[in-house]
């Protein structure tokens, strides 16, 4: 099978004494995204939104 680029570049730094940079992969000590709870009125319009009818008088 053949490498990738990529593969054959950090193959080369590691050979010359370079970190290797795979080992950094997914490792972080904190969350990456950011959850939220929705407020009152945002779910009182999501309702009112999703039952609308959109043909009034």
Excluded: N, P
Excluded at 16 to 27: E, I
Excluded at 34 to 43: G, L, Y
């Amino acid at each position: 099978m053949t490498q990738s680029k990529a593969k054959k570049k950090r193959l080369a730094k590691q050979r010359a004494g370079g970190t290797d940079v795979t080992k950094q992969r997914g490792t972080a000590s904190f969350s990456t995204h950011e959850r939220k709870t929705k407020t009152k009125q945002e779910t009182i319009d999501q309702t009112y939104k999703k039952y609308k009818r959109h043909f009034q008088e």
